[in-house]
């Protein structure tokens, strides 16, 4: 059986005499942002570590009862996460945010389609807004909706024709293997029976090897032949 993550809340004194509160996960989880193994999250909340009068103290006392609170929820989403129950927190978290973290990773028209995205969206959604309806309704509103840099475009216009031009490459390069398929399977057969003339044949150290030897100048006819009055 599966042991849950407890989440426990601890104090740290620090040298200015302070202190700060941190959430202790055992066993350690894996931050679901990150994908990083996680033992201690640090809340940035800090007390008085020896308050002077009751304003310092009721201050620590509201602070630990939100760090109190912000334990708890932490507890529920390893257990929702854990266990397969719907997490409504990260529900409300904010996936554009998370989406365009996603697009700097990935090429130019990731981009693209995030800022088309935010457009279709009015710049708010989160990640229980994303469902297959939305989905679905992102998808037709790219077959209509306009290019970026050249608005008498239409974005599928775009996709289509980059979608031709790849098959079109992919079409000529399967051709080129049918034409050639001989001579691949002969240059996969030599390359691995004879390694040290195959790599010769690639640096052009072959040439040296088998250079034709130079042949002498002709000799001279020392009688000229007669048939019929022609020299032969």
């Not at 570590?49 to 310092?56: F, S």
């Not at 609170?69 to 409504?88: K, S, W």
């Not at 050639?180 to 640096?203: C, H, L, M, S």
């Amino acid at each position: 059986m599966d042991i849950c993550t407890k989440v426990t809340l601890r104090q740290r004194l620090l040298p200015s005499g302070k202190i700060t509160l941190y959430l202790d996960y055992y066993p350690v989880i894996r931050n679901p942002k990150t994908n990083r193994s996680q033992r201690h999250e640090y809340m940035g909340i800090y007390l008085y570590g020896n308050p002077t009068n009751q304003v310092q103290r009721n201050f620590n006392k509201t602070m630990l009862e939100k760090a109190e609170l912000i334990r708890c929820r932490r507890q529920e989403q390893v257990i929702n996460r854990q266990f397969g129950f719907i997490d409504h927190t990260q529900q409300r978290e904010d996936f554009l945010a998370y989406f365009e973290g996603v697009c700097k990773k990935r090429y130019e028209k990731w981009k693209i389609v995030f800022i088309h995205f935010c457009k279709f969206t009015g710049g708010k959604c989160t990640f229980g807004d994303v469902t297959v309806d939305l989905c679905t309704r992102f998808r037709e509103y790219l077959l209509t909706a306009k290019q970026l840099k050249h608005t008498e475009k239409t974005v599928s216009r775009s996709a289509s024709d980059t979608r031709r031009d790849y098959e079109n490459r992919i079409g000529k390069l399967d051709r080129w293997y049918e034409d050639n398929a001989e001579a691949i399977v002969f240059g996969e057969f030599y390359r691995e029976n004879f390694p040290k003339q195959y790599r010769d044949w690639q640096t052009g150290g072959w040439q040296q090897d088998i250079a034709l030897p130079r042949l002498p100048p002709p000799r001279p006819l020392q009688t000229p032949l007669f048939s019929g009055g022609i020299i032969l």
